[in-house]
Every structure is written in C-alpha cells, then in structure tokens.
C-alpha cells in the first residue's frame, strides 16, 4: 500500500485528506501547531508542538524530517504561506519536485493540470512528489493514532504582528459562492454582489482581473488555476467571461449560474443556468426576490 504524507499548520483539510483515498493510501498527517482531532479521518497524525512566538515557518525544516516517502508516495500541503513554506522544506527534504493543479491520484500515477488548465498530464510516481492543493474544509471520521513531538527551532521569534483588517476566507469549503468579474465597472459597485452573497449566505470571490488587475480583491479570493480551486454547491458567475483558467477553477461546482450581458460569453457553456442582463439591473432584484 502506497502513503500519501499532509504536512500542514491549517486545522481544515478535508480536501487533502480525499485526494489519498481516491486510491486507499494509508494518510500521515504531520501537523505543526494544530490539535490532532481536527484530522478526523487519517490513519496517523504526528503533531509538533510549536512553542509560544515562534512561526512555523521556525520549524519547517524540522517538519520536513517527520516526513518519510517512498517510490509511489506523495505528500501534499496547503495553499497557505505557511504551508507553502513546509511544502519547500519537504521538497527538499526528499529531493523530490513540486507542483500545483493536482486533480487525481492513481496506483503510480497522479494527473495535474498544466499551463493555466489547457494541458492535462500525467506524473509517473516512480519517486515521491511534492503537492500544492486546496485544503478543504472540516474533516469527518474516527479520530486518527496520535504521536507527540517537540520542534527542533530554528531561533526565530515573533516579536510582533500586524494583522489585516480582512476576515479568513476559504473558498475551497464553501458551500455557495458568488464571484465577480470584469463586469462591474467601479468598485463601489461591488455592494450588490455583497448584498447578494449576505442573503444567500455565500462566500464574495472574483476572476483574476479584479484581483491582479485593479486589486478590488485580495489575491487569495480569485477563483481560477493558479489561485482558488473550488467544489460549491452553488456558484453565481457574475459579469465573468468564462476563461479557460476561470473555469478551470470552478468547473467542479454542482450547480452553476451565470450572469452576463454578453448571450455568446462562453461562461454559459458551462452554466446550469444562466441569465443575459444588465448584472446592475439583475442583482439587485434576484436578491429583493430571495428576500422575500
């Protein structure tokens, strides 16, 4: 049997956690900093304790040597800087190459996506490899065997922080999710896509423009390949195109709605539903109809 490794410091992985078991690994998580029973569903987690002030980036090297893989294993990590970071020091660790777009994992093979979503490939497993991925929300299940161990630290401190004023958002575990593209034509006229997203409940994410282009959103929040890969129950594309990388990033949602003026813009091929409109025109009665 073949073992998939999740090294991270975020508490919700239920994504990760899936991906080993489309092909029954046996799953060690290595945790730095989070408790154990937030990884319902492993077999094993080994949780370092990360003392007071220190970063976890402090303990990466350490991490990374918890951490064993064979021929045919992988081991995945968080899209956090954090975990990008433990991903790094696992890589180089194993000697082993690094790469984003994971979709699915087989007996010796896995497939990626490559260049923005046009190529699909697939990684002969004759070595370990190193997995960027979407985490996932809560996971669910029997809690896993549990080790305990001490970090080895690097001598690095946190003496201070300035924290954002922005609120944590994870697309990946979101249930509904309406995203905002190149559409709208001033940023202040984002509030009726808020107003919408508060009434449904839902989760406010953009195409790449808004976030790269005129930075009206934090990077974090667009959907697309290189970004955010998401699986919601709903998705509301508005004033979005449909760009291959765009849809790379959402194409996994159960339910898809889209609204835009263009009737040709190819975001409606791939809508369950989809509405030609003015959006300013269209968002604020679709959210006075939920309202009622």
């Not at 007996?107 to 979503?117: D, R, Y």
């Not at 960027?132 to 001490?150: A, D, I, M, R």
């Amino acid at each position: 049997m073949s073992t998939s490794s999740i090294v991270t410091a975020q508490p919700n992985i239920s994504h990760m956690l899936e991906l080993p078991a489309q092909r029954g690994d046996s799953t060690v998580v290595v945790t730095v900093g989070v408790a154990a029973d937030r990884f319902s569903g492993a077999d094993r987690v080994v949780q370092i304790e990360l003392p007071a002030a220190v970063p976890v980036e402090a303990v990466a090297g350490f991490a990374a040597e918890q951490v064993a893989a064979e021929p045919g294993d992988v081991v995945l990590a968080g899209t956090s800087s954090a975990d990008r970071v433990l991903a790094a020091a696992v890589a180089v660790q194993l000697d082993a190459p690094t790469y984003r777009g994971l979709q699915e994992l087989e007996a010796g093979k896995a497939t990626v996506l490559q260049l923005g979503g046009v190529l699909e490939q697939t990684l002969s497993l004759s070595m370990p490899i190193v997995f960027v991925c979407e985490p996932g929300g809560p996971s669910e299940g029997p809690c896993p065997e549990l080790t305990q161990v001490s970090a080895t630290v690097d001598g690095a401190t946190v003496v201070s922080s300035d924290k954002a004023g922005s609120q944590a958002t994870n697309l990946a575990a979101a249930k509904r999710i309406v995203a905002c593209g190149r559409g709208f034509r001033e940023e202040a006229d984002l509030h009726i896509a808020h107003d919408l997203a508060a009434q449904l409940g839902a989760e406010l994410a953009c195409s790449r423009p808004l976030a790269e282009g005129v930075s009206w959103f934090e990077k974090k929040l667009y959907v697309g390949i290189s970004v955010a890969q998401v699986p919601p129950k709903l998705y509301i594309a508005v004033g979005i195109s449909g760009q291959l990388q765009h849809v790379v990033g959402m194409n996994k949602s159960q339910t898809v709605v889209a609204i835009n003026s263009d009737s040709d813009a190819p975001i409606f091929e791939q809508a369950d539903y989809g509405i030609v409109g003015d959006l300013y025109a269209v968002l604020p009665e679709l959210t006075k109809a939920l309202a009622r």
